[in-house]
Each structure stands twice: as C-alpha cells, then as structure tokens.
Nanobody
Framework: QPQLVESGGGLVQPGGSLRLSCTASGFTLKHYAVHWFRQAPGKEREGVSCISWSGGRIYYSDSVKGRFTISRDNAKNTVYLQMNILKPEDTAVYYC????????????????WGQGTQVTVSS
C-alpha cells in the first residue's frame, strides 16, 4: 500500500526552527514530485513549497521564501522541509503530497498524501 508519512512537527517559539520529513513507503519517491501544503484552522489548504522529481525545480510561496528550504534524499525515500525563523502565522497542519515527476500547484493534482503533522509556533 503506497503511503506518505510526515514527521517532525511540534511546538516551537517564534524565531525557532523545525525540520519536517516526508517518507514514502510502498513506492519509490525518486520518480515523484513532492509538494508541502499546509492548512490552518478556518483557512484553505495552501501550497508552501515543492520540488520536482530530479530536484531541478524548486518553488516556495512568498510567505516562506527565504525562511524555508525543501530538499530530497532519494536514498532515504524522503523529502525534507527545513523551516527557520518560524512565525505564529506558520501555525498549521503540514501535509506532503506526491505526483509523478512534474510539480503542480493544486492539491487535486496529487496522487498520494500523508496524514499531516501539526506545527504550532507560539510563545
């Protein structure tokens, strides 16, 4: 059964850092583009960052550009999201999603989803 599992969320103070992991099982993630989305209470799911299957194309939303870094380790079947200088407005459930090869911006275009990991930024 193909699935994605996120980990690394938690409670952090403003200005702090977290690293999220998205690990695939049941399929080889290296052939897939991966997108990190997030959803805060009462808000729509929004794209945060995505990386193509080769790692050659990377995108960030304006709200996280310069603070977050996406990367992948195909040997570990894992994509990471390093989040620095966290702000209270980054508080949300973070989801990773995968689709073959090419990145897309809309959630409906992704085939596999993780269950989400909560990130809370608060003092």
């Amino acid at each position: 059964q193909p699935q994605l599992v996120e980990s690394g969320g938690g409670l952090v103070q403003p200005g702090g850092s977290l690293r999220l992991s998205c690990t695939a099982s049941g399929f080889t993630l290296k052939h897939y583009a991966v997108h990190w989305f997030r959803q805060a209470p009462g808000k729509e799911r929004e794209g945060v960052s995505c990386i193509s299957w080769s790692g050659g194309r990377i995108y960030y939303s304006d709200s996280v550009k310069g603070r977050f870094t996406i990367s992948r380790d195909n040997a570990k079947n894992t994509v990471y999201l390093q989040m620095n200088i966290l702000k209270p407005e980054d508080t949300a459930v973070y989801y990773c999603a995968a689709r073959p090869f090419v990145v897309r911006t809309t959630p409906d275009e992704y085939d596999y989803w993780g269950q989400g990991t909560q990130v809370t930024v608060s003092s």
